[in-house]
């Protein structure tokens, strides 16, 4: 069994930076960040293999956002920079129990935190 939870959100303006963290319990495969806005499909944006420590990005936000893992503290980071009106949403952390980490499908996670907000003001 997997626990997530999120901490981290907030306001913030257009070029500012936030960092999201999600307590993680449990052994997962792969550790993910995906955001979602109302009415739109939930969005995978940079995914972590555990045990190999491979990061891969949605092209959306790569060379802005940074995943990482403290594995002593159980802890899974989104850095995010350069923010942008665009990136307001809810996030959330997600951990799956297989292969592939790099799809960023949110089918293939099974165990989801509560969710963060994150708003972007202009």
């Known amino acids: 069994q997997v626990q997530l939870v999120e901490s981290g959100g907030g306001s913030v303006q257009t070029g500012g930076s936030v960092r999201l963290s999600c307590a993680a319990s449990?052994?997962?495969?792969?550790l993910a960040w995906f955001r979602q806005v109302p009415g739109k499909e939930r969005e995978g944006l940079a995914a972590?293999?555990?045990?190999?420590?491979?990061?891969y990005y949605a092209d959306s936000v790569k060379g802005r956002f940074i995943i990482s893992r403290d594995t002593a503290k159980n802890t899974l980071y989104l850095q995010m920079n350069s923010l942008k009106p665009d990136d307001t949403a809810m996030y959330y952390c997600?951990?799956?129990?297989?292969?592939?980490?790099?799809?960023?499908?949110?089918?293939?996670?099974?165990?989801w935190g509560q969710g963060t907000q994150v708003t972007v003001s202009s």
């Open positions: 972590i293999s555990t045990n190999f420590g491979s990061r």
């Open positions: 449990g052994d997962p495969w792969c």
């Open positions: 997600a951990a799956s129990s297989q292969d592939p980490c790099s799809d960023l499908m949110p089918a293939d996670y099974n165990y």
